[in-house]
T-cell receptor, first 114, second 117 residues
Framework: DQQVKQNSPSLSVQEGRISILNCDYT??????FLWYKKYPAEGPTFLIS???IKDKNEDGRFTVFLNKSAKHLSLHIVPSQPGDSAVYFC?????????????WGLGTSLAVNP | DTEVTQTPKHLVMGMTNKKSLKCEQH?????MYWYKQKAKKPPELMFV???????INESVPSRFSPECPNSSLLNLHLHALQPEDSALYLC????????????????FGSGTRLTVV
């Protein structure tokens, strides 16, 4: 059973416009949510995170919004650039102490067109 | 140094071979991870080391054997693998196993592309 869901396998956006990537989760015990970006043949790169006690975190062009009541988070990229084209993974952290681990979504492939 | 370095980048091995994957970081991170990633799938956690002790083994077959010689190094010893073990093997580290706090996240290496023939 997928605890972290990214229901859109792909997204295409025009350069300069906003990209919105969505993520839903089922476990209310997750305490942190993270977004990663992955280019082919490379490891994921950490983008931004948000604590479950916050509803927004912003870092440059990237903003993550968390709606706990809806168990939904989204990553906004504005303005989108061609270099943003990659697979974006949503991940949620669970567990306590040394047993903490990440639960990953299946990813959304973003294509930003010039 | 803000990187996780993995060697080799590519490895082809036969089913009877023994090989090792290596991972190194010098960020002072005290948690290190092995992940396996197949094409178009998210990373799949294999092992977690916290303060050089194995804290999580996600029921990984014994043909994969992790080792953490010190706080900067993580190895994955491979023996008698199957073709279905072919994948991208990723190493990651974080400040501690609570690595998702604040903006720290987890730092991933570029991976070792493993092909078992």
């Amino acid at each position: 059973d997928q605890q972290v869901k990214q229901n859109s396998p792909s997204l295409s956006v025009q350069e300069g416009r906003i990209s919105i990537l969505n993520c839903d989760y089922t476990n209310s015990m997750f305490d942190y949510f993270l977004w990663y970006k992955k280019y082919p043949a490379e490891g994921p790169t950490f983008l931004i995170s948000i604590s479950s006690i916050k509803d927004k975190n912003e870092d440059g062009r990237f903003t993550v919004f968390l709606n706990k009541s809806a168990k939904h988070l989204s990553l906004h990229i504005v303005p989108s650039q061609p270099g943003d084209s990659a697979v974006y993974f949503c991940a949620a952290q669970q567990g306590a102490g040394n047993n903490r681990k990440l639960i990953w979504g299946l990813g959304t492939s973003l294509a930003v067109n010039p | 140094d803000t990187e996780v370095t993995q060697t080799p980048k590519h490895l082809v091995m036969g089913m009877t071979n023994k090989k090792s994957l290596k991972c190194e970081q010098h960020m002072g991170h005290r948690a290190m991870y092995w992940y396996k990633q197949k094409a178009k799938k998210p990373p799949e956690l294999m092992f977690v080391y916290s303060y050089e002790k194995l804290s999580i083994n996600e029921s990984v077959p014994s043909r994969f054997s992790p080792e953490c010689p010190n706080s900067s190094l993580l190895n994955l010893h491979l023996h008698a693998l199957q073709p279905e073990d072919s994948a991208l093997y990723l190493c990651a580290s974080s400040q501690d196993s609570l690595g998702g706090r604040g903006n720290y996240g987890y730092t991933f290496g570029s991976g070792t592309r493993l092909t078992v023939v």
